[in-house]
């Protein structure tokens, strides 16, 4: 065997940087970006009658007989981002040996839980320290109230997306989701599905009927996100064409890997039909059915060597476990809540089978600063049921228009999932890519914290 192909890499110092100074800040110097003099005063003058206005909130909070903790949004300066910058802010606010931490919202605001007044003063206290404290102070932008992200209200929108705070507290959680619940019930709200996303996150399908009630739901303590709830859809690009693969069987006392299809229905054609496993999973009765997007996946899977003409897989075929978790579009919607929980049951009803692939998703690009709700349940999945998920990174018709690729698609930002794009096999006289580069209809990275697709 070459050596090339032994899967090592080897690492060195980058020459123009490494040989200067210290990265990930091990280097004593004080940061350029520390302000002095006036404008440090300034900036200390500044937080400090922000913490008084947040001082006059959490009384305001306590007076109303809200019961859960007074959530703070400290949002950190750009170049001031690094973790040991954040522990120090983050140590402002604990109580008790409690950190008081709940995580970020965006990249820039640490949230945290603001507990009381002693806890106010000795904030107070480090942000007049201007001698001290110059780093410190230097590195906070704003600290204000949290407030929820809400959408606008739409009369044509009959359902509400709605995450609560995760207060990383079993027992705050816990009551945030029965306090959320009786306020819907106080005030006529009515909760059409509860679906778990993770242990933490609980993503509630509300049906709204006033902007009044939108409203009533953006003051209640516990929210993080407000959004609307719009169906999501598979898409497929891809032209129609007669096979051009012979039919295979599989070998009779061999024994072959399990790939779980987690589509619209794998339809029992002459290529597939000796490939299904004789047991399959559905969320949809036949007549809300449609197996075209299962099918074409389920052959890809099955048939990509024959297909590209290549040895990539080295197997000679795959059992096909067909879970049907997405209905015939022209039949009935499908919501992200629903689509996520037909995922969750058909892997925790066979966790036998380890590989999964998930070719669907949604159109929207993921955030540079937030993982998806759909990312993070998928990743919950997979570490609850010990198995891979391969997720597709998305397809894009930019290149139609001149336009560079997105990003990749939410759901696709799952970290814990394999994500992969697409690459250009060969390059034909009227072809974009070139051979062995991204494809022209494949989004690409980065999603949150600059994770690629492979």
Known sequence: MADKHLPIQFFEKRKDYDDRSTEGGGDSKIPSWVLKGSDLL??????????????????????????????VCTTIGEKAIAKSHRNSIASMYASRDKSNVIGFHGDRCLLTMLTDEHTITEINKT??????????????????????????????????????????????????????????????????????YTPDMTVYRVCIDSAEQL????????????????????????????????????????????????????????????????IEFTSY????????????????????????????????????????????EKKEHIYQDDLVEHIREAVEQHRDIKIWNLSLGTADEASLDEFSDFGMALDNIQDENDVLIIKSAGNCTNFMR?????????????????VVGALAQTKGTYDYAESETPSPFTRIGPGPSIIHAN
């Not at 003409?309 to 197997?315: E, G, W």
């Open 215 to 278: 409203a009533l739901l953006g003051d209640f303590e516990g929210v993080y996100t407000i959004e609307k709830m719009i169906p999501i859809e598979a898409t497929l690009d891809a032209l129609s064409q007669e096979p051009t693969v012979t039919p295979k069987s599989p070998v009779t006392g061999t024994a072959y890997p399990i790939v779980g299809v987690l589509d619209t229905g794998i339809a029992p054609n002459q290529f597939l039909q000796n490939w299904r496993e004789s």
């Open 285 to 328: 009765p036949q007549d809300y059915q449609n197996p075209t997007h299962g099918t074409f996946v389920a052959g890809i899977i099955e048939y990509g060597d024959e297909l590209n003409r290549s040895a990539y897989t080295a197997l000679p075929g795959v059992r096909l476990f067909d879970a049907t978790v997405y209905p015939d």
């Open 42 to 71: 300034q900036r200390s003058t500044m937080l400090m009658d922000e913490i008084s206005e947040l001082s006059e909130a959490l009384y305001k909070h306590k007076r109303n007989g809200n019961k859960l903790p007074f959530v």
């Open 402 to 418: 001149q336009l560079p690729k997105s990003r990749i698609a939410k759901s696709a930002d799952s970290v814990r999932a394999l």
């Open 127 to 196: 942000l007049s320290d201007t001698n001290n404290q110059a780093k410190l102070i230097s590195s906070i932008i704003d600290i204000s109230p949290f407030y929820p992200e809400v959408d606008e209200y739409d009369e044509d929108m009959p359902f509400y997306k709605i995450r609560l705070l995760n207060y990383n507290n079993f027992d705050l959680n816990h009551a945030a989701n029965i306090i959320f619940k009786q306020k819907c019930t106080d005030t006529g709200i009515k909760i059409a599905h509860r679906t778990k």
